[in-house]
T-cell receptor, first 113, second 114 residues
Framework: KNQVEQSPQSLIILEGKNCTLQCNYTVSPFSNLRWYKQDTGRGPVSLTIMTFSENTKSNGRYTATLDADTKQSSLHITASQLSDSASYICVVRRGDSWGKLQFGAGTQVVVTP | GAGVSQSPSNKVTEKGKDVELRCDPISGHTALYWYRQSLGQGLEFLIYFQGNSAPDKSGLPSDRFSAERTGGSVSTLTIQRTQQEDSAVYLC????????????FGPGTRLLVL
């Protein structure tokens, strides 16, 4: 079973609207959680990184939240633009000495005019 | 500066053939990673190189897969006797340090095994 589960698998939103993506994880021990944006045909690009003590972090119109107690994170996209169409991947790093990454399957977002 | 580059961008091969995928990491990055991304699946870790240390090969799915990193820079991922289930996007990433550092990804190589 994947230790990082993302939902929804995909969504379609109208340009200008907001949306929220969810990430639930069971990775333990926990070090940090990143959200990546992957445009079609491109490699993933880091949007935000959050550690155990951080609850909210913003990067422009992207706002990530983290609840380390419930092991849940969300990525909120405000006033979506066509360029936001991409796959959004949640990645959790283990908190042990090796620190391997666990990747979610991603949420495919399509923004329509 | 230049990012991570990969070649070829697309590769179509016949079942049973060998393929080589190349990754040029960002200059100065000591760590290099290979991942596989199958349709609808999350990124799957394959192998990790860090400086002169022995690589972490724990993610390689079978002995048909191997990778080398020459001179601490360029890396080649080799898949021998390709199978249809090997079809995927193979992503390379590099970072200044280990897994705790931000990884910068290349555009990937799309492999299709017929």
């Amino acid at each position: 079973k994947n230790q990082v589960e993302q939902s929804p698998q995909s969504l379609i939103i109208l340009e200008g609207k907001n949306c929220t993506l969810q990430c639930n994880y069971t990775v333990s021990p926990f070090s940090n959680l990143r959200w990546y944006k992957q445009d079609t045909g491109r490699g993933p690009v880091s949007l935000t990184i959050m550690t155990f003590s951080e609850n909210t972090k913003s990067n422009g119109r992207y706002t990530a939240t983290l609840d380390a107690d419930t092991k849940q994170s969300s990525l909120h996209i405000t006033a979506s633009q066509l360029s936001d169409s991409a796959s959004y991947i949640c990645v959790v790093r283990r908190g042990d000495s090796w620190g391997k990454l666990q990747f979610g399957a991603g949420t495919q977002v399509v923004v329509t005019p | 500066g230049a990012g991570v580059s990969q070649s070829p961008s697309n590769k179509v091969t016949e079942k049973g053939k060998d393929v080589e995928l190349r990754c040029d990491p960002i200059s100065g990055h000591t760590a290099l990673y290979w991942y596989r991304q199958s349709l609808g699946q999350g990124l799957e870790f394959l192998i990790y190189f860090q400086g002169n240390s022995a690589p972490d090969k724990s993610g390689l799915p079978s002995d048909r897969f191997s990778a080398e990193r020459t001179g601490g820079s360029v890396s080649t991922l080799t898949i021998q006797r390709t199978q249809q289930e090997d079809s995927a996007v193979y992503l390379c990433a590099s970072s200044f340090g280990g897994f705790q550092e931000t990884q910068y990804f290349g555009p990937g190589t799309r492999l299709l095994v017929l």
